[in-house]
């Protein structure tokens, strides 16, 4: 049994991206056994100074947009992901959705607690 659950938030500049960070933050305050990765510092690190901490607890990747950014870095590190949030996938039909990379308005913030609802059943699951 894992005593904590990483989540990998997107760190794009599309709408999506933000409802990513937005509800990773929302979701890592509501829950004493989630913790967040930076992306850049994953990305940028040529020399694997995190790769202990990245193998440490199961990594849930949220992705933004469909090009799955989250997932092909971790997988360029060699790091399998314990579950994948494609917000776009998740969002995509629904009568909200997000159109700023920048600021969170009403229907973005719904897009938010839909995606932290999601994260939180992958948690439930892995926990």
């Known amino acids: 049994m894992v005593d904590k659950i990483a989540l990998a938030p997107c760190n794009g500049m599309s709408p999506n991206g933000l409802v990513s960070r937005v509800a990773v ?8 056994n989630v913790i967040s990765i930076c992306m850049g510092s994953t990305s940028a690190d ?5 790769d ?22 971790l997988e360029n590190k060699g790091i399998d992901v314990a ?16 159109k700023d ?12 607690k839909i995606i932290t609802e999601e994260l939180n059943k992958t948690i439930e699951k892995l926990l």
Do not use: H
């Open 101 to 112: 990379p920048f600021r969170l308005d009403s229907e973005a913030e719904e897009c938010v």
């Open 83 to 98: 579950g994948t949030i494609a917000v776009n996938e998740i969002l995509d039909g629904l009568q909200v959705s997000a």
């Open 52 to 73: 202990g901490m990245l193998k440490k607890y199961p990594i849930v990747a949220v992705n933004g947009c469909p090009n799955g950014c989250v997932n092909k870095i």
């Open 25 to 32: 933050g929302d979701c890592r305050k509501e829950n004493e």
């Open 46 to 50: 040529i020399e694997g100074r995190n």
